[in-house]
C-alpha cells in the first residue's frame, strides 16, 4: 500500500534530513490511515544526561488542528538552522535536553479529523477517570467511534499513537528531576490559552507552586503577552486526558517536578476575523489566510523558546520552600477562588 500523500510529513521528514547528525530521529510508531500506515517520529537533540532537565514539544494529537503541528515544526526548524551559527544555543543545548514529537496524529492531519485513523480521540485515551461530571460527550464518551471525543473501548490498551507519546515522555523527561512539556493545540475560545493539570478534577496539583513560579518569570520577561494561563479545569473537565495519566505517574517520585503545559490557540478570532471560515472543517480550527498564519506562527515562538529557557535554568527560579508557599496562597486565590492560610503547600 503506497503512502499517502501529507505535505506536512514530508516537510518534517526533509527538516530531519537536513539535520542529519546534529538530533536523532526515529520512528516511535506507525499511526493506521485507511489501509496504509504513516510514521511517528520523535526527535531529540541536546544533552542525554539525566542529570540535566528537559523539555518536550507535541503537536498534530488532534489531526483537524494542524496549526500546533506548524507552530511545533516552524520552532523545530528555527533551532535547527541556528545550529549552524548560534553560539549560544550550543551552550544551551550542554544543560538542556529537547524533545519534539510535532505530528503524532499523522493518520487525523492526513484524514482531516480531530481522532485517529480508528475514530478515536487521543486526548481522550488515557486510563484517567474525572472525579467529577464532565460535558456530554465533549469530556470524553464510549457511545461510538462516529461521535467526536470517543475514548476508545473499555478496558483497550491505549491506541498506538497516544502508548508512542507516554513510551516518549516516559523515557526522555520523566527520568529527570525537572522537565516541562508543551502540547500544542487550537479551537477553543477567543484567547490564546496557556493550560495545566488537571483536566479530570478541579482540584490544584502538587506543584501549583511551580507552575505560579512559571507564569511570573513568563510574565516579567514578556510583560505584554496575550495569554491565558489557567487550570485546564476551569475551561472544562474531561476523562482520559494523557497529560494528567503522565502527571499523576511522574508525581509517584516526591522530587520529581514535571509541568506539562498546552497551548490552545484561541481560533474563534480567526473566524471572527473570516466568517466564511464557519463553513470549512479546517477554518475552525486553523488560521486560513497566509499572512494571518504567519502571525500565528511567529507570535508562539517566544513563548516556546521562552519554555526551553526556563527548563534549561530551572534551578535558578524554582521556589524555595518559603517561597512556595507565597506563590501557592497567589495560586490558590487567582485560579481557585480561595483563601488559604501561607505555608499550606
Ligand atoms: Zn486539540
Given at each position: 500500500m503506497p503512502r499517502p500523500e501529507l505535505p506536512l510529513l514530508s516537510d518534517l521528514e526533509q527538516l530531519i534530513r537536513r539535520a542529519a547528525g546534529q538530533v536523532d530521529a526515529r520512528v516511535v510508531c506507525e499511526a493506521q490511515a485507511g489501509l496504509a500506515r504513516l510514521p511517528v517520529y520523535a526527535i531529540t537533540l541536546g544533552n542525554p544526561d539525566p542529570a540535566?532537565?528537559?523539555?518536550?514539544?507535541?503537536?498534530?494529537?488532534h489531526g483537524l488542528e494542524r496549526i500546533g503541528a506548524e507552530v511545533v515544526i516552524e520552532y523545530l526548524r528555527s533551532l535547527i538552522t541556528r545550529l549552524r551559527w548560534d553560539g549560544l544555543l550550543h551552550r544551551q543545548l550542554e544543560s538542556l535536553r529537547m524533545v519534539f514529537m510535532p505530528l503524532v496524529n499523522p493518520a487525523g492531519v492526513w484524514r482531516g479529523t480531530r481522532a485517529n485513523g480508528r475514530g478515536v480521540d487521543l486526548m481522550r485515551n488515557a486510563p484517567v477517570e474525572a472525579l467529577e461530571q464532565v460535558p456530554f460527550l465533549l469530556g470524553g464518551q464510549r457511545l461510538t467511534r462516529w461521535l467526536p471525543w470517543y475514548r476508545g473501548p473499555r478496558?483497550?490498551?491505549m491506541e498506538a499513537e497516544s502508548a508512542a507519546l507516554c513510551e516518549v515522555v516516559e523515557r526522555e523527561l520523566l527520568p529527570r528531576r525537572f522537565s516541562l512539556s508543551l502540547d500544542c493545540h487550537s479551537?477553543?475560545?477567543l484567547r490564546d490559552r496557556i493550560w495545566f493539570p488537571f483536566a479530570h478534577t478541579a482540584e490544584p496539583i502538587r506543584h501549583l507552586p511551580e507552575v505560579h513560579a512559571l507564569k511570573e518569570i513568563f510574565d516579567q520577561a514578556h510583560a505584554h503577552h496575550s495569554y491565558v494561563f489557567e487550570p485546564q479545569s476551569l475551561s472544562y473537565l474531561t476523562h482520559g486526558d494523557l497529560w494528567d495519566y503522565l502527571y499523576l505517574r511522574a508525581s509517584s517520585a516526591p522530587d520529581r517536578v514535571f509541568l506539562p503545559l498546552t497551548l490552545e490557540m484561541g481560533s474563534w478570532l480567526w473566524v471572527k476575523k473570516n466568517p466564511r471560515q464557519l463553513f470549512s472543517r479546517h477554518g475552525m480550527f486553523n488560521p486560513g489566510k497566509a499572512h494571518r498564519q504567519q502571525r500565528v506562527l511567529r507570535r508562539h515562538m517566544a513563548w516556546l523558546d521562552f519554555m526551553a529557557r526556563a527548563?534549561?535554568?530551572?534551578a535558578l527560579w524554582l521556589p524555595d520552600p518559603a517561597a512556595r508557599a507565597h506563590h501557592y496562597e497567589i495560586a490558590m486565590r487567582d485560579w481557585y477562588g480561595?483563601?488559604?492560610?501561607?505555608?499550606?503547600?
Open positions: 540535566v532537565p528537559a523539555i518536550g514539544f507535541f503537536g498534530g494529537v478496558g483497550a490498551a479551537g477553543f475560545g527548563a534549561a535554568s530551572c480561595a483563601h488559604t492560610a501561607a505555608g499550606a503547600a
